[in-house]
């Protein structure tokens, strides 16, 4: 069956291109903007994360504020500085991690595989 996968990012042309670089195999994507998720829960979401204080960001908190959503695995991309990102209250949660933009296919491919089996 299946892995359901949400990519998250307000730019069409960011969910497009990280779509791009899920293995073709074994995924059904569905792209989703901050204020638009998926009314049934997916098995892990790709959030595009621009800067700290977006709505990307309160996708995150919101995701993890949420029993139900709460152990959701969720990859952030982000250029953001790992120091800043390292900061925020949910980095040390093992069902997050994060790649660094721009984002290479086989790191995202051993970051899913690495949080959908854990």
């Given at each position: 069956?299946?892995?359901?996968?949400?990519?998250?990012?307000?730019?069409?042309a960011t969910r497009d291109r990280l779509t791009a670089l899920v293995p073709d195999d074994g995924f059904v994507i569905e792209r989703c903007t901050p204020d638009a998720l998926p009314t049934s829960l997916p098995q892990l979401f790709i959030i595009a994360l621009s800067g700290l204080e977006t709505p990307e960001?309160?996708?995150?908190e919101q995701l993890r504020a949420d029993e139900a959503s709460a152990e959701v695995p969720i990859?952030?991309?982000s250029a953001l500085p790992m120091v800043h990102l390292q900061s925020?209250?949910?980095?040390?949660?093992w069902t997050i991690a994060i790649v660094e933009e721009p984002v290479d296919r086989a790191v995202l491919a051993d970051t899913l595989a690495f949080?959908?089996?854990p």
């Amino acid at each position: 069956m299946p892995i359901s996968v949400c990519v998250v990012s307000r730019d069409a042309a960011t969910r497009d291109r990280l779509t791009a670089l899920v293995p073709d195999d074994g995924f059904v994507i569905e792209r989703c903007t901050p204020d638009a998720l998926p009314t049934s829960l997916p098995q892990l979401f790709i959030i595009a994360l621009s800067g700290l204080e977006t709505p990307e960001e309160q996708v995150i908190e919101q995701l993890r504020a949420d029993e139900a959503s709460a152990e959701v695995p969720i990859i952030i991309a982000s250029a953001l500085p790992m120091v800043h990102l390292q900061s925020v209250p949910y980095a040390s949660d093992w069902t997050i991690a994060i790649v660094e933009e721009p984002v290479d296919r086989a790191v995202l491919a051993d970051t899913l595989a690495f949080l959908l089996n854990p």
